[in-house]
């Protein structure tokens, strides 16, 4: 027989460690209502949270590890409640007792000793840009140009890098690299709640970038965006930080980039959730493909502020999702009833989540998923 | 002036002062200063026996300056100066000392409480050294009381005020009295006729000798103040001579041109010259300017032809009128929230998602399906869901509570099961049935066999998008392509009672929207000089102790503009802010402020700054003498232009420079 009572030090150490919105939760149901999770699974947020109100056991489940930040919630919440900062509080208690998801170890491990992500060798992090002639950030140069951990270590994401910097070459944009010295920009560890290892993360960075005198930041991945944006300044980190979509629309504007040929497929847009709903920028990257010569924009039923998220971010990257849970596979799908013959997007993770959806599924005849600077490289070159 | 002898009173306030503040140490401290003849404390200062004492000092020791150091003069600066004036001496040679608000309740430490309370008291006593007599000003005021809206809440204050005696004049804006309870059917919780218990009061404003009911009529300026307000009001031109119309109709049956009927939410056609609903008052057509032909091309003139008492006037034009009044009751009503901020609810994208005074017209026997509750296509529909809170309790649109939803979604839940018998839903978070009989009706509806879910719903997806984006759902839950299940409306809520998040099936979704402020609300408040609230209603004195007054004296408010309600509660405002204007007009004078500024002439180079600078528009420039002249009656004593004046030449009463210097020399010379 069991008997229950609440236990508000359990509580208390919630909001300590930075859970206090935890407070305004009325259960009304609406996170749990609008969570992605709700169409392959049963997950209620909203439960978590009113069991971390009582201090009760159940909040530390594997079920603690399923939000991937996508940030619906947040934005549908009638009391303001910052939620994934509760999870993200939450992750961080259970973080320090050790009990993370054993794929994530391996992250951390890996951020610790080669400052990303994907096990890869710190020495390597800017191989993708050998051929391409691209100088060495210094004093003076305009733009630091951050390519994102993925690009340097995934063979799928590197042509997003190589795409991108060719492009902001042609049009004429003054920027520059680090190499093995940068690190990840940690946003998706935050999420992991290790904060000790995220300082450590953004101490490194910012040291670099102020060292070597970064004003602006042309950021690949809409996730390094957001951490440089939102995160780094309360750490001193202050840099005028842009999405890649947003400069290339400008030169696209401008003239300094032209599509000198068509692109004759019907395109749909796959708004990344640290893109739109996180950081508001919904307009360029479409206004970028609704330019280009012969491209048919077609939009899906959930754009923009009501975008699917693909899974990828809250650290979800590198966790195990059953096949029949993966959001990428859904989302291509949605794709598909609209008839796109290219899914088009702007951020590694979900370049990464879209093509496991389009491998899972099968549709590898019927549908391609490109990045932006995919689809502008092949009109531009 | 003769020498000062200042009497200080120390009150206790219970614990709120003495559980901080040393009381003895204040006293012996204040009987030490300079001119303090008498020194006493009080546990409650302001109570009878309190203000005894002060009287009794005042005659036994001859006092000529009272300080009294307890709470906030919002509190009872007015309680003493009273005392003080049926002593026998000016009400302004009293000074309140606030040691409660700015010091005993904001201060931790006792020592620096007291230390503090005896800096404030010698404060007081300073400037109390250096205050004049004042003199008491007082206006005539008139009779008239003027009410902006002719909702039911201006309807019950006009019809109180009149009974009073007093002659009212009622504006309202659309064509006829009546406003948003003349578009309900039954009202909750007796399920009264909403139309059979307003029109009889509709018809009295309509008859009664004592109101002056001017309809399509808006206040266009407002001047004056409290007893003495001079108001402009544009009566729009009508195109129909109502004292020769004879209300017989035939002119809307005639008339070909049509506009969508705001009455009936949009969900029907009115004619260009129309009446707004059967039952207006006065009960005689408007000609709407922008859909009528003949203004646009000089042809059609149908109603015209067929007008037998010739009542049709064409060249009608807009008239401005003036009236005086002395007090005006503000009773112009809410709006609804737009759903359309909403788009995840499918509201004007998907058929059959309705507002809740949309449902309202359709149960009603004069709407557009005469009381049938029927889908687009014109059948019944078998299931409904009824959607809570949408756009309140809600920070990203409304985070107050809009009060009646819950119970007139009861009640919509009892009409659909009475007329059609179909499976209701009500998706809620709390059930609020406040009222007298309100938790009664909730018991009752709950005995028709409702489905209640507590979650708040969050999406509306018709069949087909919701076939493409959760096929196996729409499987799952028994969906097939017949003709009846692709009209589904599919409404996503999780029971958070149950721990399941679920997917309704549904014919139609009824959405109870927010009531907020009408958006012309700011442009009424900055004519008549009042505040919005956070929440975007007018804002009331004081929430508890003076809920139907405003900070501006004379204006008073009236029903849902000041807030969310149902009916009982606006006609218990709406009579209740009559007899606060009664009161104020059946007195035929009003004390005034004193403590106004006062312009020196000699001193005054007639640079005008003080005009512009004034924000109650009380300082006027007299050509002739090329000197500035403060209107008294406007003056509220704010002191703002006697600190621009470049010269020097303007006297804050009761907060003169020299007044303030020695108050501050007194907080400082502890």
């Known amino acids: 027989m069991n008997y229950y009572t ?52 159940g909040y530390e489940g594997d079920e603690l590890w399923l939000c991937s930040t996508c940030r619906t919630c947040v934005d549908r919440c009638p009391r303001g409640v910052g939620i994934i900062d509760v999870f993200t509080s939450m992750r961080s208690i259970i973080a320090q007792t050790g009990l993370i998801p054993p794929t994530l170890r391996t992250v951390l491990g890996s951020i610790n000793s080669n400052g990303n992500p994907w096990a890869g060798k710190r020495e390597d992090r800017n191989i993708w840009a050998k051929e391409l002639d691209i100088k060495k950030f210094q004093s003076g140069t305009e733009y630091l140009y951050f390519s994102c951990c993925a690009p340097s270590y995934d063979p799928r994401t590197k042509k997003l890098a190589v795409a991108t910097s060719r492009l902001l070459k042609e049009a004429g944009i003054d920027f520059g690299i680090f190499g093995k010295e940068e690190s990840c920009c940690g946003e998706s560890i935050r999420k992991t709640g290790d904060y000790t290892t995220y300082e450590k993360l953004l101490d490194s960075n910012i040291s670099l970038f102020n060292s070597n005198g970064v004003k602006k930041i042309i950021a690949q991945s809409p996730h390094c965006l957001h951490s440089f944006k939102n995160e780094y300044p309360s750490k001193g980190g202050n840099y005028e930080t842009i999405h890649y979509t947003q400069i290339l629309f400008q030169a696209l504007k401008s003239g300094r980039l032209k599509a000198k040929k068509g692109f004759n497929k019907k395109v ?79 951020c590694p993770y979900c370049i990464q989540m879209l093509e496991d959806g389009r491998t899972a599924l099968g549709v590898e005849d019927r549908i391609q998923v490109m990045d932006i600077s995919e689809i502008l490289s092949s009109v531009v070159f | 002036m003769d020498k000062p002898r200042v009497g200080v009173f120390i009150c206790h306030c219970g614990t709120n002062i003495a559980g901080k503040v040393n009381i003895e140490e204040v006293k012996k401290f204040a009987s030490g200063l300079e001119d303090v003849v008498f020194a006493t404390d009080y546990k409650f200062m302001c109570s009878d026996p309190g203000q005894e004492l002060v009287g009794k000092a005042i005659r036994e020791h001859n006092l000529n300056r009272v300080v009294v150091a307890a709470c906030s003069p919002l509190m009872h600066e007015s309680t003493f100066r009273r005392v003080c004036m049926l002593s026998g001496i000016n009400q302004y040679l009293f000074q309140m000392a606030n ?15 007291t230390s503090k309370a005896k800096a404030i008291v010698s404060g007081a006593v300073a400037k109390a050294r250096y205050l004049e007599p004042l003199r008491i000003k007082e206006v005539p005021i008139n009779p008239n009381i003027l009410i ?121 056609m009115r004619k260009a010259i129309y009446t707004p609903f059967p039952q207006a008052v006065p009960n005689k057509p408007v000609i709407d300017k922008e859909t009528c032909v003949y203004f646009k091309t000089g042809k059609c003139r149908a109603c015209e032809k067929f007008c037998e008492p010739k009542a049709i006037k064409f060249d009608d034009t807009d008239r401005e009128v ?78 107050y509570c809009s009060r009646v939803c819950c119970m007139y979604a009861l009640k919509y839940a009892h009409l659909i099961k009475e007329k059609t018998g179909a499976d209701v839903y009500n998706c809620y978070i709390d059930m609020r049935c406040f009222g007298k009989g309100y938790e009664e009706f909730y018991h009752r509806l709950t005995e028709e066999g409702v489905d209640f879910i507590r979650g708040k719903a969050t999406t509306v997806l018709n069949y087909n998008d919701a076939k493409v984006l959760y096929p196996e759902m729409v499987e799952s839950i028994g969906l097939t392509d017949s003709e009846e299940d692709r009209k ?72 849902t503009c000041q807030g969310p309600k149902d009916i009982p509660d606006t006609v218990a405002q709406a009579s209740a802010a009559a007899a606060a204007a009664i009161s104020l007009v059946q007195r035929n004078k009003v004390v005034i402020e004193s403590a106004t500024a006062s312009i020196n002439e000699e001193l005054c180079s007639g640079c005008r700054i003080c005009n512009d600078i004034c924000p109650f528009t009380a300082i006027t420039f007299d050509e002739a003498k090329n000197k500035s002249v403060v209107n008294d009656a406007l003056c509220k004593g704010c002191g703002t232009c006697a600190s621009a004046c470049p010269s020097s030449a303007i006297t804050a009463n009761h907060f003169t420079d020299r007044q303030i210097f020695a108050e501050i020399e007194g907080l400082l010379n502890v």
């Open chain 1, 6 to 57: 609440p236990f508000l030090e359990v509580t208390k150490t919630i909001y300590e460690a930075g859970g206090e919105d935890l407070k305004k939760c009325y259960q009304c149901g609406t996170c749990t209502a609008v969570c992605p999770w709700g169409s392959v699974r049963e997950f209620s947020p909203r439960y978590i949270f009113k069991l971390a109100q009582h201090g009760l056991e």
């Open chain 1, 268 to 346: 749909t847009y796959h708004d990344p959730c640290y893109l739109g709903r996180h950081n508001g920028i919904y307009d360029e990257p479409r206004e970028i493909l609704k330019s280009i010569p012969e491209l048919n924009f077609v939009e899906m039923l959930r754009v923009r502020e009501q975008s699917f998220c693909c899974g990828g971010g809250g650290a979800r990257m590198w966790m195990e999702t059953p096949k029949e849970e993966r959001f990428g596979v859904l989302r291509i799908k949605e794709a598909l009833s609209v008839g796109a013959e290219v899914i088009a997007t702007a």
């Open chain 2, 99 to 113: 040691i409660r608000e700015q010091c005993s309740w904001v201060t931790e430490d006792p020592e620096l409480a």
């Open chain 2, 148 to 268: 902006i809206g002719g909702g039911i809440a201006g309807i019950q204050a006009a019809l109180e005020c009149a009974e009073a005696g007093n002659k009212v004049i009622l504006v309202e804006k659309s064509p006829s009295i009546g406003g948003h309870m003349a578009q309900f059917d039954k009202t909750f919780p007796t399920l009264d006729c909403s139309a059979c218990i307003l029109t009889p009061k509709m018809t009295a404003v309509g008859q009664h000798p004592n109101i002056q009911l001017m309809t399509y009529s808006e206040v266009k300026e407002i001047d004056g103040y409290v007893g003495n307000f001079r108001v402009k009001i544009l009566n729009k031109a009508k195109y129909v001579d109502h004292n020769k119309c004879t209300g017989c109709g035939i002119c809307m049956t005639k008339c070909p041109y049509k506009a969508p009927n705001e009455f009936e939410e949009g969900l029907a």
């Open chain 2, 322 to 399: 003036e009236v005086n009044v002395g007090a005006i009751i503000v009773a112009t009503g809410y709006e609804l929230f737009d759903t359309r901020s909403i788009p995840q609810l499918g509201y004007k994208k998907y058929d059959n998602v309705l507002t809740g005074l949309e449902f309202e017209r359709i149960n009603n026997a004069a709407g557009p399906t005469a009381g049938k509750i029927l889908l687009k296509d014109g059948t019944e529909p078998k299931s409904v869901a009824i959607l809570h809170c949408i756009g309140s309790r809600d920070k990203n649109y409304h985070e």
């Open chain 2, 488 to 559: 589904k409306l599919l409404v996503r809520v999780e029971d958070t009672l149950l721990k399941k998040t679920m997917w309704l099936p549904v014919d139609m979704v009824i959405l109870c929207n927010a009531m907020e402020s009408r958006k012309d609300a700011k442009e009424i408040a900055r004519l008549l000089n009042i505040s919005i609230g956070k929440d975007g209603f007018f804002l009331e004195k004081h929430p508890k102790l003076a809920p139907v007054s405003t900070a501006t004296d004379g204006v008073f408010l009236a029903g």
